[in-house]
């Protein structure tokens, strides 16, 4: 069974940084794509970064510039570089893969930037 599991967020000021990493274990292949997702209190989850097994990246507009995904094949992880983090970035940040048809999230882990 494959099992996403979220790591690094927290507490931050705003114009600080935070580095959220995301372990896949039980799958036996690639996934075709990986990110990160998020979602406001009251809201529906929206699209932060995804980045494919090539390594094609793609942002919401919010976010460019600002946060950078990755990700290591090898290792099945995937990052979000979070940099010049604002109050509106506040949320919970899932783990997105993605491979034949079938979406896997984490369960999630809270982003509080203070002002």
């Known amino acids: 069974q494959v099992q996403l599991v979220e790591s690094g967020g927290g507490l931050v000021q705003a114009g600080g940084s935070l580095r959220l990493s995301c372990a896949a274990s039980?799958?036996?292949?690639?996934?075709?794509?990986m990110g990160w997702y998020r979602q406001f209190s009251g809201k529906q989850r929206e699209l932060v970064a995804t980045?494919?097994?090539?390594?094609?990246?793609n942002y919401a507009f919010s976010v460019k510039g600002r946060f950078t995904v990755s990700r290591d094949n090898a290792k099945n992880t995937v990052s979000l570089q979070m940099n010049s983090l604002k109050p509106e970035d506040t949320a919970v940040y899932y783990c997105?893969?993605?491979?034949?048809?079938?979406?896997?999230w984490g369960k999630g882990t809270l982003v509080t930037v203070s002002s």
């Open positions: 997105y893969a993605q491979q034949y048809g079938t979406d896997y």
């Open positions: 039980g799958n036996m292949f690639r996934f075709n794509a």
């Open positions: 980045i494919t097994s090539g390594g094609s990246a």
